[in-house]
Every structure is written in C-alpha cells, then in structure tokens.
C-alpha cells in the first residue's frame, strides 16, 4: 500500500519538460565540458609534468575516454531521465546504489562548482592583479551570476550558452591562428614522444593524465538532464558523439599549440595558463574578458546539472525530500539555493585553508572514477553481444590506470558511497516503520467494525 501511495503522489507531482533540442543540449554539453577544462588544464599540465610528459598525458587521457563515453551513449539511450546516474547505479547493484551515486555526484559538486568559479577568479587575477581576497570575492560573484541564471529558467541558460559557444569559438579560433608556430613545435614535441626519444617520467605522466580526467567529465553529468531530451532515441548518441569530437579536436590542438610555447620559453604554468598566449594574439588583454565569459557558462551549465541532481535525489530519497520540489516555473529552486550556499561555504573554505585549484579538481576526478565503475557495471549488465565485453574490459582498464596513483585521498569516494548506503538504509527502515504502522491502524479500524454492527443492531 504504502508503494502504490508513493507512486500516485508522484505521478501528481509537477514533473520537467522534454524541452531540450539537440542543439540546446550540444550547446550544454559543450559548455559544461570545455568551459574551465579548455582554460585551465593546458597550463595546470605543465605544472604537472614536462612538454613531453604533458602532450603523452592529453593523448593519453583522450584514448581512455573514448570507451567511457560509449559506456554513456549506449545508458543515456537505454535509461533517458533525470535520474541519470543514480539510475544506472540502481541498474548495476540494485536500489542502493541509486543512493550511493546521488551522494558520490553530490560530493563532487561540493568542490567542483566552486573549483569552476575559483579559475574564472584567476584569470581575472591577470587582468585586475587582484589580491587572494579579491579572488575569492570575484568567485562569489560567478557562483552569484550562474545561481541567477538557473533561477531564469532553460531558456536562459540556452541563450547563455549559445552566446559563450560563439566567444568560445571565436577565442580558440583567435589562439590557435596566432600561435601556429607554437603548433609546429608542438606536433614535434608529439612526435618525439611517440618515437620514444625522450625521457618520460611515468608517475608525471600519471599525474598528468588524472587530472585531465577533468576535461572528460560532463558526459556522465549530461544524464540527469538526458530526461528533457526531445526525440531521446535519435539525439542521444548523436549528442554524446558529436560533443565528445568536437571538444576533443579543441583539447588537442589547444593542447599542442601550450606545449610548443612552454617548450618556446613562453611561460603557461598553473590556472590561468593560457592568459600567457594572449600576448601573441591581436586584443591582448581584452582575450581574457572572453576567457572569463567561457568560464562563467562553464559554471552555469554544471550548476543547472547539479540541481537537477539535486531534484532527482529529492524525489526518489537519496536527499531531503525538499530539493524534489519544482516551483510554478518549472525550476528546482531548492536545489539551486541549497548549491548556492554550499559553493559560498567551499570558496570562503579555500581561501581560509589556502586549498589550491588542482587538489579541489583531483578530488572531483576520483570520485568521478568510482561512479565510471558503476556506470560500467551498470553497462555489462543491460548490454548485450560482443560490445559487453570490449568495451567493459577497456573501460575497466581506463579506470584500473586512473585510480592506482590516488592512495590515501580514496577514503573521501568510499566515504560518500558509504553514506549513501546508510541513507537508503535509514529510508527503507523508516518506510517499513510507517507501511507496519499502517497496517496496525487498519487491523484496528478492521476489528471495531463487528463491535459497531453489533451495537446498532441493538
């Protein structure tokens, strides 16, 4: 009884429409995937490691993704709703992994939202040489804009969206045909490491390629939006290949044209990197106000994903059943507030701690790892012919590479699978509480029915 009551409340409850197009959702995924990756991985890289370690790490990193990215395709299609990867969690190991996602996803906007907003606030550092207060000021008024923006609704996201794929395009196209000599020495950087001329170091490498996992994520994201999908069977795939080639190609070649010039001498270290190439490029300074336009759809794009996570956690459970709430617009308003506060908290964290970019990302790519292992559970079971197994094994290998250098910092992904697991488990206790309670007050009513009969009848 009690199920039945759950599924009619829900079925009166608003639900959100399928009113994303292939375009408006090329237009998400794009900006959700290389808004912050595109501008702050190349010069995060040469942090991590040399030219050569830097270029192996990208390629590297690109090959891994490709299995994962089918994984999603083949689930999006299969399972297209908001519940997105909570769903494909409940697929692999049954209910509580639903649980277990929602958390592991939700602790990784806890660092991710803010890390986005933290790197708009470094290239606005080279602009204005703000000071360490300035910085975190400046990224409380991105998570302030993106929070806004949501609150308008998808229309407005879209046309934020539209707007940042233009200056985008614009932008990359401005680096890479003012830095093309950078690209020469860049492919010849490739080359020597494929040829196996020069020394690498394969822990670098390691380090490089875990966090440029960060530019991979997004697709898996996607998923809790896939349920807005029109024509879900004909633009899914569509949506995931498409977006995958194209951010691809710009990874890439960006990824070339900042090595060549960190090999030129040209200096691209830490966040804001590619602000070091604008000198060699026509507008100078004025290149980085599109930067930081990029970064602020970035931002935008990942919390319109989060709050729909949000959403859907609230209504199957996982979370307060207050972030299942849609407002007459339509929007999770709830969810919005509740990621508004929780990225203040974090910047304002960072700034106390002094807790740089990188290890906020690394964080965020770990967890992302685990939930690759149950999106790929969830995929070997649902799947069927040769496709199971190759791409399951290759897949598993990707992840197996990814995970072996993270040690210690485990413990936070293992955390939040755990609390996701004891959420269910106070869930299901307190619902099987309310079904015996239930039925107790209907063996009562049951019982003074004859005892009524019997007076009346006197």
């Known amino acids: 009884m009690l199920e039945l009551y759950r599924t009619h409340v829900r079925g009166k409850m608003r639900k959100l429409e399928k009113t994303i197009t292939l375009r408006r959702g090329l237009g998400l995924a794009i900006c959700m995937l290389i808004g912050t990756g595109i501008l702050a991985l190349p010069g995060l890289a040469l942090d991590a490691g040399s030219a050569h370690e ?3 790490g990208w390629f590297l990193i690109a090959l891994i993704a490709v299995p994962l990215i089918q994984i999603c395709a083949r689930l999006g299609l299969k399972f297209p709703s908001t519940a997105g990867l909570a769903g494909y969690a409940e697929e692999a190991v049954g209910p509580w992994g639903g649980y277990a996602v929602s958390y592991l996803v939700g602790g990784s906007f806890f660092f991710g939202l803010p890390a986005v907003a933290l790197i708009g606030s470094e290239y606005m550092k080279q602009l204005f040489s703000l000071t ?3 910085v975190a000021l400046f990224a409380v008024l991105l998570v302030t804009l993106m929070f806004i923006s949501n609150l308008a609704g998808m229309k407005a996201v879209s046309m934020i969206n539209y707007a940042a794929l233009a200056v985008l395009f614009l932008l990359t196209g401005l680096l890479i045909v003012f830095n093309l000599d950078f690209l020469g020495s860049g492919l010849e950087l ?21 966090l440029l996992f960060w530019a991979f994520i997004g697709w898996e994201n ?4 896939l349920g807005e999908i029109k024509e879900p069977e004909k633009n899914v795939p569509l949506l995931y290949w498409l977006s995958f080639a194209l951010v691809t190609s710009i990874y890439i070649v960006l990824a070339l044209i900042s090595t060549g010039a960190s090999a030129s001498g040209v200096p691209l270290e830490g966040a804001a990197g590619l602000s070091g190439l604008v000198l060699f490029t026509p507008g100078g300074s004025h290149l980085i106000w599109l930067m930081v336009i990029v970064i602020a759809a970035n931002a935008c794009s990942w919390n319109f994903t989060a709050s729909r996570l949000l959403y859907a956690g609230g209504r199957t459970g996982a979370f307060p059943d ?5 407002s007459g617009k339509n929007i999770p308003v709830s969810s919005l507030v509740g990621l508004y506060v929780l990225s203040i908290l974090l910047i304002l ?7 740089p970019v ?15 292992a149950f999106i790929i559970i969830a995929y070997w079971k649902t799947e069927t012919g040769w496709q199971k197994w190759v791409f399951s094994v290759l897949a598993l290998l990707s992840l197996s590479f990814l995970v072996s250098g993270f040690t210690w910092k485990i413990i936070y992904p293992v955390f939040l699978i755990g609390l996701g697991y004891w959420r269910f488990l106070g869930r299901k206790n307190s619902e099987k509480t309310i079904s015996s309670r239930k039925e107790h007050v209907i063996r009562e009513e049951t019982q003074e029915i004859p005892c009524l009969t019997r007076h009346q009848e006197q």
Do not use: H, P
């Open 132 to 134: 360490e207060t300035g």
């Open 322 to 326: 207050v972030f299942g709430k849609l």
């Open 54 to 56: 830097a270029i192996l």
């Open 222 to 225: 996607l998923s809790f939006s």
């Open 190 to 210: 490739a080359g020597e490491v494929f040829r196996g001329s020069e020394k690498i170091d394969l822990n670098n490498v390691w380090k490089v390629s875990a």
């Open 358 to 372: 990188s290890a906020m990302m690394l964080l965020v790519n770990q967890n992302f790892v685990f939930l690759y």
């Open 349 to 355: 964290g960072t700034y106390v701690f002094k807790i």
